[in-house]
Each structure stands twice: as C-alpha cells, then as structure tokens.
C-alpha cells in the first residue's frame, strides 16, 4: 500500500511562516517564505552590503596620509573590516537567491541604494576619528537590534559585524581623545569633523517613521526592531555624554535634556538634503560611484582568473573520480 503525502497548500506554508515569526524563531534559507519578505530582506541587506563597500572610500581616502604607523596600520585594519562585513552580507544576500553579480550590477548602475552617509568628503584625518566615532557609533545602535532580525543567516551576520563596529567606534573616540589632548589646531580639527558628520549621521536612520515606507511591514516580519525615530532618538541620547566626555559642542542649539520624556530634544533634521543625497545628488555621490565602477573594471582579470580556477578544478576532479571508478 502506498501512503499519499500531503503536499502543503500555500496557506499552510503561509501561516507556517506567520507562526515562525510570532514565536520568534528564526526564517532559514530553506524554508517557504513570502515574495514580499524576501525582496524586502534582499533590498535590506544589498543595500547594507552596498553601504559597508561604498564606505571604504571615505576613510580608504586617508591610508596614505595617517601620522603615524600604528594609525595606519589601525585604520588599514578598520577598511579591510568593512569589506568582511560587505562580503558577509552579500553571501547572506545569496541565501535568498539573490546574484552577487547581479547586486552589484545594480548599484553601480544607480538602481540600488547604499546609505547616505558614505557621500560626504573626508577633508582632515580627524574625519576617521568622527566616522569611527559618529558613523560606527549610528551604525552598532541600527545594528545591534538586527542581530535579533528574523531573517537567520543576516541575524548572525550581523553579530559578528557588530563586534567589530564596536571596536571601530572605540578606536574612533580613542583617535579623538588623543586629538583633544593635543594642540589647539587638532582640537579645532576635531570640532570641524563633528560640525559636518553629526547632522549626516542622524540621517543615517532613514527618514521619519510618518514617512518612512517600508518600517510598518518591516516591523511587522520582526526584520526591523525598532523605527528609525526610535533608534535615532537612542543615539542622540547615547552621544550627548560622550561628546561632553571628549569636550566637544554637538551643532544643535535645541539640543536639551527633557525630564519629562527622559530623553534629549534635538532640533529638526533637513530632510531635504537626506531626499537629494539618496537621490544621488550629495557632495560625493558621482565620485564614490565612478571609483566603484573603475573598482569593478580593473577588477575583472581577477573575476576571470577565479573562475578559470575553478572550473579547472572541477575538471580535475571529475577526471580524478571517472580515472578512480576505471582502476
Ligand atoms: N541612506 O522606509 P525606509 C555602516 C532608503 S553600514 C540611503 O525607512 P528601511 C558601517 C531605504 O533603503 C550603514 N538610503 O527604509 C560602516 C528605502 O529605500 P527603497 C548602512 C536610505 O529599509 C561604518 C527608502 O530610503 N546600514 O555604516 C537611508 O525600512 C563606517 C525609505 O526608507 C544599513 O544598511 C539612508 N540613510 O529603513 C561602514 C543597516 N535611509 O525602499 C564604513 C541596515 C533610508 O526606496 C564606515 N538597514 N533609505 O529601496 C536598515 O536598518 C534600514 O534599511 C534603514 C532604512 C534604517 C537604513
């Protein structure tokens, strides 16, 4: 007698997928998941891993002007980091059978984003100090959340990249401690860094939860933890001490302890510049881009040459197993 498997219709699968979720478990790339949440955790991590290849640039910008060796060898150390963490995320990316190729494609192609932040200069090296300080610091409060994201194989990529933005941001606030221990103009260095990155950096949390299209759905999935006013508002709260701390003057004048709320109030982002930014027309968004492009190009001998490795490989190894299966 044969036993007939059911085969689950699409509504088991669905409220199997509903239940994973409510329970608080983990979606893995072998289970059935809606189309929706899988392009929406495809545009999320392609454009993390965009953000964290793009974001070489700014600080790679200043490998051969650190002062010093051991600054040098810290920040080569921090870049190399960053393409860890892209590389990591893409092949969580793939997962959800997403083409790498395809990936970057698209964002050298303009058609996928990488996070704001990443198209303002890096005109002193009291820049890496703020970046590792600011934009690290903004990068572990979205992230650290995210670790508890419902997509598995981006919530335990995202533990390891956490670390290790961690010890960014401290190596940041160490540069600028040294700095304000130092003369006047490296002090003067390092407010003029935090002038120009601390509004960029709020803007990194995306824009405000009244318009912010995707959180609704996102938070509902448990991809995302928390709104972007939310999280925003824990870094602001997060940075006021340390900026005291280090003696530095955040540039907003409505910046004030509230009693009532127990939080910082902080005055009002201009959510234009963050529209023209994204919509490529910040100060570096051309050249970040172009550098990419060029990136890519100088890079295809060595697509080519891994391929072509590969595959002889393969045929070593078939002809290895047809020569074993003869003897
Ligand atoms: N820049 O509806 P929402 C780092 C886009 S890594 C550019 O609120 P969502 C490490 C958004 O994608 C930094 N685009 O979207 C490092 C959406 O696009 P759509 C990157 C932005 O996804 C440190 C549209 O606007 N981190 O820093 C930005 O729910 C130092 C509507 O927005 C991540 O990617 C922006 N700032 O929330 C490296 C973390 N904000 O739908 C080097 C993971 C929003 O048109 C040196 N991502 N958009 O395609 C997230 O947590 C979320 O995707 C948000 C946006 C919070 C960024």
Known sequence: MTVMESVPSESDLERHFEETIGRDQRIEPRDWLPEGYRKTMIRQIAQHAHSEIIGMQPEGNWITRAPSLRRKAILLAKVQDEAGHGLYLYSAAETLGADRDELTEKLISGRQKYSSIFNYPTLTFADVGVIGWLVDGAAICNQVPLCRSSYGPYARAMIRICKEESFHQRQGYELLMTMMNGTQQQRDMVQDATNRFW???????????????????????????????????????????????????????DLAWNVERGHYDFGRIDWAELKQVISGGGPCNAERMARRRQAHEDGAWVREAAAEHARKQRERAVAAATEEVGA
Do not use: C, Y
Not at 242 to 250: R, S
């Open 199 to 253: 509004w960029p950096s709020l803007m990194m949390f995306g824009p405000p939860d009244d318009d912010s299209p995707n959180t609704a759905q996102s938070m509902a999935w448990k991809i995302k933890r928390h709104t972007n006013d939310e999280l925003r508002q824990r870094f602001v709260d997060m940075t006021v001490p340390q900026a005291e701390a280090l003696g530095v003057t955040l540039p907003d004048p």
